[in-house]
């Protein structure tokens, strides 16, 4: 390989930050990495990532939520730009936020860095137009998803899939009685994981239905036993909404992986959460609900019937979707319920699961890493 790479990187949020510490992992085992900077959440930077910002400032909710900031992101974005192109990089990667990203990476290729765009927009879920925006933005798209590079080829865009990292870090079984051990849950009682999203926003508008429905569950089964996984920072916005009466309930720091090796059920918001939890083999139910003008300018958006990542790869409603005015705790509770009192359809689910785990397999370090050196010459 010669010198390692420099690389710029850009990861917004908890998932990109994932993927951008397993990018650099796999980069610096293979001796590829000389340096790394640009904006990175604390994975990253426990590898040595040079964060200039944190991800957490790229964090936005939605299209009112965007535009408030918009001056602000705006201002990052100029001043990252100016500063990356100081740095005579090998490669700028983009790792999802594409609303941020792809202006920059427009960029940062107009003034001949070789850019790279990790995680392809739900193109086939929502703005197709952005097709027009990734060509001029990304000389290659790395893809999660198998079905993503033909959609991208056909519109004259390099891209490879790569795999999912999730599918590579969840094991193929996960081991709930260790998981459980970890939280100090009895192995013979029911668990119920919580995960009502990891933003401010999304605690606001989704934890209280959630949390509605876990007092619900636990009124009719007073042994259920609780656990919600905390994102950083959001402890002391979550606790003001937990009902008095609600017991058996763990807030955790962060650990969701624990929480889902360890439930029997989960309710999770929409988004990448949703994907672990299939991948953890656990039946679930989603949730989300967004301000009524996000909803109506999503559903005008919308492509498909699905708005989850599991239905979304299984092509049907594998598991119940409750959303908006149906994200209600009388709702969610009734579809956790459902899945307690039927366990042939966990069964089949959980074998479903395990059919989209497989798909979304691949060397994920090794291919990432030949798209980037193939592009770089390196």
Same mark, same amino acid.
């Given at each position: 390989m010669g010198p390692g790479l420099r690389l710029g990187l850009v990861a917004g949020e908890a998932s990109g930050d994932l993927i951008g510490s397993l990018l650099l992992q796999s980069l610096q085992q293979r001796g590829a990495l000389s340096g790394a900077m640009g904006i990175g959440g604390p994975r990253m930077q426990a590898l040595?990532? *040079? &964060? +200039? +910002?944190?991800? @957490? %400032? =790229?964090?936005v909710f939605g299209f009112t939520d965007a535009l408030k900031r918009l001056p602000e992101l705006l201002w990052i /974005?100029? %001043?990252?730009?100016? /500063? =990356?192109? %100081? *740095? /005579?990089?090998d490669a700028f990667v983009g790792i999802d936020a594409p609303d941020f990203n792809f202006g920059l990476e427009r960029r940062l290729r107009q003034a001949g860095v070789?850019?790279?765009h990790y995680v392809c927009p739900s193109i086939w879920a929502w703005r197709p137009e952005r097709v027009e925006t990734i060509r001029r933005a990304a000389d290659h798209v790395l893809c999660l998803f198998p079905f993503e590079p033909a959609l991208l080829q056909a519109a004259g865009i390099a891209a490879s899939f790569v795999g999912h990292p999730l599918a590579e870090v969840i094991p193929i079984e996960p081991d709930r009685a260790a998981a459980r051990g970890r939280l100090g =849950? &009895? @192995? *013979?009682r029911r668990v119920l994981a919580l995960l009502p999203g990891s933003r401010a926003s999304e605690i606001d508008l989704i934890a209280p239905a959630v949390l509605g429905a876990a007092q619900r569950l636990q009124n009719s089964d007073p042994g259920l036993q609780l656990v919600l996984p905390c994102a950083p920072g959001m402890s002391s916005r979550l606790q003001p909404l937990i009902p008095a009466g609600l017991a058996n309930l763990q807030v955790l720091e962060g650990q969701a992986h624990d929480a889902l090796a360890a439930c029997d059920v989960a309710i999770v918001a929409s988004g990448t959460a949703t994907l672990e939890a299939a991948l953890f083999k656990r039946p679930m139910v989603i949730a989300y609900r967004v301000s009524p003008a996000n909803h109506r300018r999503m559903k005008k958006l919308q492509l498909q019937p +699905?708005?989850?990542l599991p239905n979304v790869l299984a092509r049907e409603f594998l598991v119940p979707e409750c959303l908006q005015d149906a994200c209600t705790p009388e709702? =969610? &509770? %009734? @579809?956790v319920q459902a899945w307690f009192d039927h366990p042939a359809r966990v069964a089949t689910t959980v074998t479903r699961f395990h059919e989209i785990h497989d798909a979304l397999r691949a060397d994920t370090a090794q291919r990432t890493h030949d798209a980037i050196a193939q592009l770089t010459r390196r």
């Open positions: 040595g990532f *040079e &964060a +200039w +910002w944190p991800s @957490e %400032r =790229l964090s /974005r100029r %001043r990252l730009g100016t /500063r =990356l192109l %100081r *740095e /005579r990089l070789k850019t790279v =849950l &009895a @192995e *013979e +699905w708005v989850g709702t =969610l &509770a %009734r @579809e």
